[in-house]
């Protein structure tokens, strides 16, 4: 039996040294030699404070700042640890809702936040800023999502629309190599942006 045993223990400890501490330290170290700033969270940082990552939103409040997607993500409650809360953009539970297009949860969320949305402008309300991504952690926004938003902040930051949305476009990403994914506008940079506009 221990002819048997021995070769099956060293096995594991041979591919748990080679998979579970050599090649992630490799692996690791090639990361932060070709991309240093990808490797450690893609911080985007500014009067050498960290702001924030290009990879996760933020929520941004008032009505000078372009907002974010919706955040599913949550967290327990320090109150009640039965209970949950929300805790939107939380890296630590990336999740989307789970609710299924036939729950009440979801339809009284999404119809709350459109009839907010309906109050600061009148036209079509673009999906993305009343539904969740699965990973509830998008820091983009479609450009269809930031031009309903333009007369709110223009109006916000007395500035014409005309400036915010060549801001918009100046923000704006095309697909990968022209042909994958769709355009989209980095919320955060965007609202960075209108806040140098002031310096």
Same mark, same amino acid.
């Given at each position: 039996?221990?002819?048997?045993?021995?070769?099956?223990?060293?096995?594991?400890?041979?591919?748990?040294?080679?998979?579970?501490?050599?090649?992630? %330290?490799?692996?690791?170290?090639?990361?932060?030699?070709?991309?240093?700033?990808?490797?450690?969270?893609?911080?985007?940082?500014?009067?050498?404070?960290?702001?924030?990552?290009?990879?996760?939103?933020? %929520?941004?409040?008032?009505?000078?700042?372009?907002?974010?997607?919706?955040?599913?993500?949550?967290?327990?409650?320090?109150?009640?640890?039965?209970?949950?809360?929300?805790?939107?953009?939380?890296?630590?539970?990336?999740?989307?809702?789970?609710?299924?297009?036939?729950?009440?949860?979801?339809?009284?969320?999404?119809?709350?936040?459109?009839?907010?949305?309906?109050?600061?402008?009148?036209?079509?309300?673009?999906?993305?800023?009343?539904?969740?991504?699965?990973?509830?952690?998008?820091?983009?926004?479609?450009?269809?999502?930031?031009?309903?938003?333009?007369?709110?902040?223009?109006?916000?930051?007395?500035?014409?629309?005309?400036?915010?949305?060549?801001?918009?476009?100046?923000?704006?990403?095309?697909?990968?190599?022209?042909?994958?994914?769709?355009?989209?506008?980095?919320?955060?940079?965007?609202?960075?942006?209108?806040?140098?506009?002031?310096?």
């Amino acid at each position: 039996m221990t002819k048997e045993l021995r070769p099956a223990i060293m096995m594991v400890v041979l591919l748990t040294l080679l998979t579970g501490i050599l090649y992630p %330290v490799a692996i690791t170290g090639v990361a932060q030699v070709i991309f240093p700033a990808r490797a450690n969270g893609s911080l985007v940082e500014r009067d050498g404070k960290i702001v924030g990552s290009s990879l996760i939103g933020q %929520v941004f409040t008032g009505g000078k700042y372009f907002h974010g997607r919706p955040s599913a993500t949550n967290d327990t409650d320090p109150n009640d640890s039965t209970k949950t809360v929300d805790a939107p953009y939380s890296a630590a539970n990336s999740m989307g809702s789970n609710l299924g297009p036939t729950s009440k949860a979801l339809v009284d969320r999404v119809t709350s936040a459109a009839k907010d949305l309906k109050t600061e402008n009148d036209k079509p309300i673009p999906v993305d800023l009343v539904t969740t991504s699965s990973s509830g952690l998008d820091p983009d926004i479609t450009p269809a999502a930031a031009e309903f938003q333009i007369p709110r902040v223009a109006k916000a930051r007395k500035m014409s629309e005309a400036a915010v949305r060549d801001l918009v476009a100046q923000h704006t990403s095309g697909r990968t190599l022209g042909f994958i994914g769709e355009p989209y506008v980095r919320v955060l940079e965007l609202n960075m942006a209108l806040d140098d506009l002031k310096k």
